[in-house]
């Protein structure tokens, strides 16, 4: 069955670290990639997505992450932290195996020390 | 913009209660979904709906049902509520592999 795993459950970074959380999945067709955000007390949003072409692909807030297929990976980054990115971060699947399902891992909670 | 919409925010029922959720979207989206979100677990997902009156199990159905009458409206019931149903709901719809979510509905079981 596809899965998708996050390693990071709970990450705790100063501000203006940088910051990387992982992202592997296990499905080896054609895959669609996602990192969705929550911040506290709102709902789920988008922050970035792959489809095809450029494995490195930026989103909203300074947000970025590349897809390595050989590793299976989509790992986010971004090179400097605020305060303001305390979050809860999932990153997403879409397999094209049946209908459209989306897989999400167990998400990563960040927390930003001012 | 898009827009999920689920009926309650806040549920408290009791053990063995029926429990409809609700949602409705407003983007003529053909797939909708209900996952719910635990602390530790992310978003697992219960049901989907890829079109009118068509549905697939998830990766935890047991306990619930859904169903799928119109196309914007997609519901989740609990046949009979117990505690370890007690969790955030969330709804979405998707379009293109991009999935928009509803607020969620935090129910609680007593």
């Known amino acids: 069955a596809q899965s998708v795993s996050q390693h990071n459950h709970h990450v705790i970074l100063s501000e203006a670290a940088s910051l990387e959380l992982g992202c592997n999945y296990s499905?080896?067709?054609?895959?669609?990639l996602f990192w969705y955000v929550q911040y506290p007390g709102q709902h789920l949003q988008l922050l970035l997505k792959?489809?095809?072409?450029?494995?490195l692909v930026k989103g909203i807030k300074g947000f970025e992450a590349e897809f390595i297929k050989s590793k299976f990976s989509f790992n986010l980054r971004k090179p400097s932290v605020q305060w303001s990115d305390t979050a809860e971060y999932f990153c997403a699947v879409i397999t094209y195996s049946s209908a459209s399902k989306i897989i999400f891992g167990s998400g990563t909670r960040l927390s930003i020390r001012p | 913009d898009v827009k999920v919409t689920q009926s309650s925010r806040y549920l408290v029922k009791r053990t063995g209660e029926k429990v409809f959720l609700e949602c409705v979207q407003d983007?003529?989206?053909?797939?909708m979904f209900w996952y719910r979100q635990d602390p530790g677990l992310g978003l697992r997902l219960i049901y989907f709906s890829y079109d009118v009156k068509m549905k697939e199990k998830g990766d935890i159905p047991e306990g619930y049902s859904v169903s799928r009458e119109k196309k914007e409206r997609f519901s989740l019931i609990l046949e009979s509520a117990s505690t370890n149903q007690t969790s955030m709901y969330l709804c979405a719809s998707s379009f293109s592999g991009l999935a928009f979510f509803g607020q969620g509905t935090r129910l609680t079981v007593v």
């Open positions: 499905y080896g067709g054609t895959v669609n």
């Open positions: 983007m003529d989206h053909e797939n």
């Open positions: 792959y489809f095809s072409g450029d494995p």
